[in-house]
Every structure is written in structure tokens, then in C-alpha cells.
């Protein structure tokens, strides 16, 4: 009985000439139109620190901790770095603060992060092996269809394995890099802007 062997196509060398070697511009993402590759807008957790804050934190240290790293989202962690849920800046700024005090019969001011985020099991996720066959232009779509500004990209590992967060998409970084100017606002109005932008 013959053993099937793994067969490999060894890559083609180049010989080079005259060559120089590229290098990262510092704050400025690769620009990218509708037909570009997915995972060039996505923020890969192998390459970036995941930005993460404990459940208990308080509303204003959250707020701060956004600012301080430049973010419109966190994890919310545990100590085992499980990821108990997400929460962003809309969430943080908007209603919902107001409205779980209200619920509660307590101050904006005495709730935690654990009780204004979105749960993990309420998060929308794409798998890694579909986000490497995708565009912008499909995430986007998938985005509006969510009606979400943001979403994971899940790897999963060995069977049995515990999947791991892999990446994050954000409609505002995508819009950056697609040359659209900086905007804050709901969901709608934000897909509006970039549709437009590039004529979708």
C-alpha cells in the first residue's frame, strides 16, 4: 500500500539587483478601495495588543482608557484573558449609561463596565478562513447588514481548542483608510458617508 505523500511546490528565488527595503510609515494605514483584500482593514491582535479592561471598572476610567489608547472599543477581560464582552464608545457616550441607571434606580456614575457592555455571546464574529477570501467591500456589507460599527475575526485552533479572537473590523478604520474624513454618529449615517464615498 502506497503512502500519500504532502506534495509542495517549492517558491521560484529572484535574483536581485539594485534593491531597497520597505518600511512601516508610522500612523498611516494602507490605503485601500472596495475591491482590496479584507484583511488589510483588519486590526490583526498577532501584529497590535488587544485593548482590554477589567468588568469592574468604573464608566469614566473606561472613557479614559479609550482616549489614552486611541480606541472607539475594548475587551472586557477576565484574569483567565477570557473575553467577557465588548464596549465601545457609543456605548460609553450615548443612552445606554442613562437608561441601566434608570433601570437599576442608581447613578450613571455607580455602574461598571460589566453592566453597559455587549456580551460576547451577543457579538457578530467571521471566521478567518472566510475573511481571507473576502473584500472591504464584503465587510461592509456584512457591517451594515449587522448594523454594527464593528465586529471579530475568529480563529479557531485544534479541535477541542478554545477559538481565539484573531481581529477586529472597525467601520471608522476602514473609512480612514479609504481616504474618508474622520465622522462620529450612528450606524446609518456612517455606512451613508462611506457608500458614498466611494460610489456603492
Known sequence: MEQTQNKTNPLPAVRLGEVRYQVPEPGMPRRVHARSAAVEV???LHRVPAATIPAEMALDDARQAMVLRGVRMLFVVDEQRTVKGLVTANDL?????V??????GVKAADLAVGDIMTRVEQVEAFGLGDVLKASV????????????QHALVVESGDAGATPAIRGIFSASQIARQMGIPPFVGEVARTFAEIEAAIGA
Open 42 to 44: 483588519m486590526t490583526d
Open 137 to 148: 467591500g464584503d465587510v461592509l456589507h456584512a457591517l451594515r447588514q449587522l448594523g454594527r
Open 93 to 97: 457616550l450615548g443612552e445606554r449609561p
Open 99 to 104: 437608561t441601566m441607571a434608570q433601570t437599576r
